[in-house]
């Protein structure tokens, strides 16, 4: 399996509250970045937070050797021929650490951004995103006309194909979700289900895909609660239930209002939007918990537990097709050494070797096609 953390503010012991939320300073950033990959795990993802991913990920390259950069990206926001060349960039001084994560957003975060467009539309457009995105990672000259795009003669000049181009991760709830998951991408993720609820999503996907000749990976995000023994887990989901106020409630209510994401309403129905007194009221599933989603928007469902229920869990959404799992802990610095050190041992987690760099003598001079320049000949004798 392959296992990430998450690299992305908000953080803190309780980040919903000024109290409890933590100064993530670049330093503080690095800290993470360095323990995620000395620690072993296969690498971190760098969500829609409130750091631009790209500029954070490419700050972290010195700072890390083996883990691969999870970035997230959004159609849309950018031409794809663009976003095409900053991730080949990328993959090459990274020696090829790095996997897009494509977000397609909802109503309320993209109209910040002047994308004001309807469900089926924005993955519409997603569409011919990706149509455009994968040729120009895979070397190839792109023509291509759609409604949201009018793309002509665009080429590369850094090579992309098996070693540099990043495989792309997806992830949504709605039948056009899955569709563009089947037709496109290496990596179809959904949120913090019950193992039984994602076996369910994983066939549906899986059937669309066979449809397209195609076979997929999935994955999870999930939060995890892990302490020495379960009794002690269940004890930290009390204290991080009793810092959860009616105001942190109602402003991740505010942030999910008039959202018209799939995902973010199958999160939302697993805890109702109650708050019962007691916080196992919110387990739905042995020891999968659906409180965090309470106060943040997204993926709020935590595995609680020892080391050993830890493990026990994550091998039930293995067993109903999973292979990847993105996982964090608040704060992430603690809680990665907490994971790391008591559960990461125990899991076949696959981590790849960075590729080699390109050849450090290799030359460019203007071509004829846009944006791919020749080798630079050497002078004859």
Do not use: C
């Not at 803190?12 to 000395?38: F, I, K, N």
């Not at 760098?46 to 700072?63: E, V």
């Not at 549906?204 to 020495?228: E, M, N, P």
């Not at 608040?330 to 050494?337: I, Q, V």
């Amino acid at each position: 399996m392959e296992v990430y953390w998450y690299l992305t503010a908000p953080d803190g012991p309780q980040p919903w509250s000024a109290t409890g939320s933590r100064a993530m300073t670049y330093p503080y950033l690095q800290q993470v970045a360095r323990a995620v990959d000395h620690l072993g795990f296969t690498g971190a993802l760098l969500a829609t937070g409130a750091h631009d991913p790209w500029i954070l990920g490419a700050s972290l390259i010195p700072f890390t050797e083996d883990f691969k950069f999870l970035v997230a990206i959004q159609p849309g926001l950018i031409s794809p021929t663009l976003l095409a060349k900053m991730a080949l960039t990328f993959s090459h001084l990274s020696k090829g650490r790095l996997l897009l994560n494509v977000v397609s957003g909802d109503a309320n975060t993209l109209g910040a951004y002047g994308l004001n467009l309807g469900h089926d539309e924005r993955y519409a457009l997603g569409d011919e995103f990706l149509s455009v995105l994968k040729p120009l990672l895979a070397g190839e000259t792109v023509n291509f006309k759609g409604e949201h795009f009018d793309i002509r003669n665009a080429r590369l000049a850094l090579p992309g194909g098996s070693a540099f181009a990043p495989p792309l991760w997806f992830g949504g709830s709605s039948e056009v979700a899955q569709e563009i998951a089947a037709k496109h991408v290496d990596t179809y993720l959904t949120w913090g289900e019950t193992p039984p609820q994602a076996a369910e999503k994983i066939a549906q996907v899986r059937q669309r895909a066979a449809a397209h000749g195609r076979t997929l990976r999935f994955g999870v995000r999930l939060y995890v609660i892990v302490r020495d023994t379960d009794e002690k887990a269940w004890e930290a989901v009390d204290e991080l239930y009793a810092s959860m106020d009616d105001q942190a409630i109602a402003s991740r209510q505010a942030l999910a209002k008039n959202s018209d994401s799939v995902g973010q309403a199958r999160m939302s129905a697993l805890h109702g939007e109650r708050r019962p007194d007691n916080a196992r009221d919110l387990e739905i599933y042995p020891n999968l918990w659906a409180g965090i989603g309470l106060v943040r928007p997204g993926p709020g469902t935590a595995i609680v537990g020892s080391p050993d229920t830890v493990e026990r869990v994550m091998k039930e959404y293995v067993d109903a097709g999973i292979d990847v799992f993105i996982l964090s802990g608040l704060p992430l610095l603690e809680e990665a050494y907490r994971f790391g050190e008591q559960v990461l041992p125990r899991l076949p987690v696959t981590r790849s070797a960075p590729v080699a760099a390109p050849a450090a003598d290799q030359r460019y001079t203007w071509g004829t096609i846009w944006d791919r320049p020749v080798p630079a000949q050497e002078p004859s004798a």
